[in-house]
């Protein structure tokens, strides 16, 4: 069956105090809303992204990076039942299931939202809404059961007696609908409630009046639902997500010695054997092959691709490169926009000078296999070092190298002879 999603984020996300939309921050270099479109990206077809403050800011970061999903405006924003209603002349004769999540959930997983719809199917649901049990269950929506623990409605926490207040079971904000069964629900929505808004949560007492079969999919792993409200959510999510990719990459054989201090984005693939040490920093796509060791004190920062075998050391920054089997970059090094053999060295304090301020253009550097690059050495972009040239330290480098030449800029080294005895007479 067709599945299609609705992530809602057209809310204002004041907490944040920003004057970035809430879902544009990031997670290790990837926004929250891109979490959660990654996160469906394996189970539906199509996903409406419902925009509203600051629109064209996610339009744009939609646009340009998921080609699966369409931004839908609402405006003004009347609730998160208003919101999902904007999709309705679009989804007009749909028949199958529209999964609805909400764009600063970033903790969400596939693996979650397969088994929400798995449930949803095997129930024979026409609704399903994923509930979970929280110690303090403070602002969220409670779920209310009937006396045979079947669904009866879902209750605001500004709109809750004392009573339902106590309720532990709250409202993950997901839910899966039989779309041509439950989209009459939204033209029949009031906002005759405490915030004065239309209410998605009231689609449950909705379909039960309708006689919807309308169940509630509770789910374990509380910590996956953690809206991101303010700044300081946002670094409790951090948290969790670093410890949940670090297990992920322990468990596939990687070595990381201190998992406490060690940040890899979920976008990051890891060979067996590889060995992170601590305080590192692993931003956006990445791709570090069997064997490496990386740090301590390394920062990749996106679009890094290393083979095998390889040695990122300390203070070694290194950015959209690709780096082949052996080679080593031990220490204080920033490679950026290069391309580098296998079996390269790259002394300590080397720097690919890739920017040009005045042009705002980057250029390449390349280093063919077995090339060796003295200590403080400035690779100035756009150079190419041919197979197997070595670079003297202190070099800097502004013009290509042939193969298996010596090339070297500093000015030759002076001895005085006597010169300390001269001074002292
Ligand atoms: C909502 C639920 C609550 C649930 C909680 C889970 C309702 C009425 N309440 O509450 O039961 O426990 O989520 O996190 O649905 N949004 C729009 N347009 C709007 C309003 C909101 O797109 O007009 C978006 C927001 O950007 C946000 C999401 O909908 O991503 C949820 O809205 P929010 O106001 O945060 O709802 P909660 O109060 O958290
Ligand atoms: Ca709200």
Redesign the pocket.
């Known amino acids: 069956m067709d599945i299609k999603s609705v992530?809602?984020?057209?809310?204002?996300?004041t907490r944040m105090k920003s004057e970035t939309p809430?879902?544009l921050h990031e997670i290790f270099g990837k926004t929250l809303v891109g979490y959660v479109l990654d996160s469906v990206k394996n189970i539906t077809s199509e996903n409406f992204v419902?925009?509203?403050?600051h629109a064209e800011e996610v339009e744009d970061f939609v646009k340009n990076n998921y080609n699966n999903a369409k931004t839908v405006l609402?405006t003004?924003?009347?609730?998160?039942?208003?919101?999902v209603s904007m999709v309705c002349p679009m989804l007009k004769d749909y028949k199958g299931l529209v999964l609805i999540l909400?764009?600063?959930?970033p903790l969400i997983t596939e693996e979650t939202l397969k088994s929400f719809v798995e449930f949803h199917k095997e129930n024979k649901s026409d609704l399903t809404v994923m509930s979970t049990i929280f110690d303090n269950p403070a602002?969220?929506?409670?779920i209310i059961r009937e006396n045979d623990n079947s669904l009866k409605c879902?209750?605001?926490?500004k709109d809750a007696t004392p009573e339902q207040k106590a309720v532990k079971e709250?409202?993950?904000?997901?839910y899966c609908l039989d779309w041509a069964k439950v989209c009459p629900a939204f033209s029949q929505l009031t906002s005759n409630?405490a915030?004065g808004?239309?209410?998605?949560?009231?689609i449950i007492e909705w379909g039960k009046k309708n006689s919807l079969s309308v169940n509630a999919y509770i789910m374990e792993n509380n910590e996956e639902?953690f809206?991101i409200?303010s700044r300081v959510h946002l670094a409790q999510a951090t948290k969790i997500m670093q410890h949940r990719i670090n297990e992920k990459h322990m468990l596939n054989g990687v070595t990381i010695v201190d998992p406490d201090t060690t940040y890899i984005s979920a976008d990051t693939e890891i060979g067996q054997d590889t060995i992170i040490y601590p305080s590192t920093y692993i931003e956006g796509k990445n791709k570090i092959g069997k064997k490496c060791k990386i740090g301590p004190m390394a920062h990749l920062r996106g679009g890094v691709e290393i083979a095998d075998n390889v040695k990122i050391g300390n203070f070694v920054e290194v950015k959209k490169s690709r780096i082949d089997s052996n080679t080593n970059a031990g220490h204080l090094s920033y490679i950026g926009d290069s391309e580098i053999g296998s079996q390269v060295n790259i002394g300590a304090g080397t720097i690919t000078a890739n920017y040009n301020p005045l042009t705002k253009v980057k250029s390449k550097t390349v280093l063919k296999d077995n090339v060796k690059i003295g200590s403080n050495t400035v690779l100035v972009a756009p150079v190419e070092v041919e197979e197997g040239a070595n670079v003297g330290a202190l070099s800097v480098i502004t013009k290509n190298v042939p193969s298996w030449a010596l090339a070297l800029t500093r000015s030759p080294m002076r001895i005085v002879a006597d010169w300390v005895k001269e001074q002292l007479k």
């Open positions: 992530i809602l984020a057209a809310g204002k996300g809430k879902v419902i925009v509203g403050h609402q003004p924003q009347l609730g998160t039942g208003h919101a909400c764009g600063d959930t602002n969220y929506g409670r879902i209750v605001e926490e709250v409202n993950a904000g997901i409630n915030q808004e239309y209410y998605l949560t009231d639902i809206g409200n």
